[in-house]
């Protein structure tokens, strides 16, 4: 097993969580639930890129900051519908998801 960190990021709707982050190129991997009516904990990836995403009550912060590394930025800042910005560092985006967690984006330039 490669040790690694995964972000949880809390949303309020799991199932519209997905959908939107299947647009930055995620897709589910599994759900739990303890049971039909109670919150749903689901991990997505892009690649070898994992996030958890949890309905639970306080198993992450609103307003979230994730930075996510991609190869070509030009790709999901066409899919949303923005421009990527130029830094010294990258060109980037800035996103929010449908929950208010703050997905920044960039395709290193160094």
């Known amino acids: 097993?490669?040790?690694?960190?995964?972000?949880?990021?809390?949303?309020?709707?799991?199932?519209?969580?997905?959908?939107?982050?299947e647009r930055l190129g995620f897709a589910a991997v599994w759900e739990h639930r303890f049971a039909p009516e109670l919150p749903a904990f689901v991990e997505i990836a892009r690649?070898?890129?994992r996030l958890f995403l949890s309905e639970h009550t306080g198993d992450a912060r609103p307003d979230t900051l994730v930075y996510l590394r991609v190869r070509d930025?030009?790709?999901i800042a066409t899919e949303?519908?923005?421009?990527?910005?130029?830094a010294p560092w990258?060109?980037?985006?800035?996103?929010?998801?449908?929950?208010?967690?703050?997905?920044?984006?960039?395709?290193?330039?160094v």
């Open 1 to 21: 097993m490669d040790e690694e960190v995964i972000p949880i990021l809390h949303v309020d709707d799991a199932a519209a969580a997905v959908e939107w982050y």
């Open 73 to 75: 930025i030009d790709t």
């Open 80 to 86: 949303f519908g923005i421009r990527a910005e130029e």
């Open 47 to 49: 690649g070898s890129v």
């Open 90 to 109: 990258a060109r980037e985006i800035e996103l929010c998801d449908p929950d208010g967690n703050r997905i920044r984006v960039g395709t290193p330039t």
